[in-house]
């Protein structure tokens, strides 16, 4: 992974962004007593930040997941370049889409081209800047979801 992107990945994977969609689906849970979330945030190489909250009925691993918010930072690589696009969606247990947000499309400078820049580490910087506003507005916009997980909740009462 490139320095730009270990720089933007430790910004976005910051606990306050973690805890923060943990508390949007905590309040989402009020009269569902038997449903429960599983919070996961995970990276790799093509996903350097994914954070997923299931929301699940039942013990263990049979637990059935009843709706899964998804918020992703996906590393692209074309013939244009690199980029990191930033989403996040609602779906059911069965992959139904309910909501998607818009996406952020972050062009990534490779690190040939960061050494040609006079202050490589102002563009870090900004790319870093990009992420956090994109995952912030995805915050935002998960906030603005808690009705679609009131009423998908409700319907599987």
Do not use: C
């Not at 699940?56 to 692209?76: F, I």
């Not at 690199?82 to 499309?105: K, M, N, Y």
């Not at 040609?116 to 990009?130: K, S």
């Amino acid at each position: 992974m490139s320095v730009v992107l270990d720089h933007a990945e430790a910004a976005s994977l910051s606990e306050g962004f973690r805890s923060r969609v943990h508390e949007i689906t905590d309040v989402s849970r009020p009269g569902y007593h038997e449903v429960w979330w599983q919070h996961t945030v995970s990276s790799s190489d093509r996903f350097p930040f994914s954070y997923y909250a299931s929301a699940l009925r039942g013990e263990g691993p049979e637990a059935d997941e009843l709706l899964v918010v998804s918020v992703e930072v996906m590393d692209v690589q074309d013939e244009a370049g690199e980029h990191l696009v930033v989403g996040a969606d609602i779906t059911t247990g069965d992959g139904v889409l309910l909501a998607q947000s818009p996406t952020a499309t972050i062009d990534v400078p490779s690190e040939s081209t960061l050494l040609t820049l006079p202050d490589p580490l102002a563009r870090v910087r900004d790319v870093t800047r990009q992420v956090v506003a994109a995952t912030e507005g995805l915050y935002l916009w998960v906030d603005n979801q808690r009705p679609t997980v009131e009423r998908a909740l409700a319907k599987i009462k």
